[in-house]
């Protein structure tokens, strides 16, 4: 997908999960969704900065690049929900090109999924919204289904500290 496409998702994910995270619909609300928001955004823009240094789509487009945005709050206590942002860039990426994206940089080979548009497609921010959809009804069953928590910052990193060696 494009940046724009990308940042669209973005806002519309951490303002949905923000409500998602605190349905009061108060100024607290308000304050989740900016705790959430922004970080996302900037981990759905920060894949696309290896259009200035390596190969666009393989040097930030991999597992290596998320594991340690996952793992970087573990250790520093910052950076929350960045991995989101990052996460569905990913989706919306193998989504929005034929040529798919190297998951498991270094190692050769690009992965893509059967089924999207191309960037330049007139339905791009449409699947873009509907991605989102999806995204969100998964986080409304990790909440419902008693799994809310590990969207919480610090909550998830809490549990990830107490697997870890």
Known sequence: MNKGDHVLNALLLGIGIG???DPSLSVDTLSTIGMVTIPVVVGALFPDVDTAFGTHRQTLHNALVLSGFVLFPVFYGNLYYVWIGIATHFVLDLLGTQAGIAVLYPYDGMFDVPVGVN???NLATLVTVLVTGVELVAVAGLIRYGYGDL???PALWD????VLP
Do not use: E, F
């Not at 549990?159 to 107490?162: F, I, K």
């Open 119 to 121: 960037v330049d497609s």
């Open 151 to 153: 969207l919480r910052a």
């Open 159 to 162: 549990v990830l500290v107490g």
């Open 19 to 21: 409500v998602l995270l």
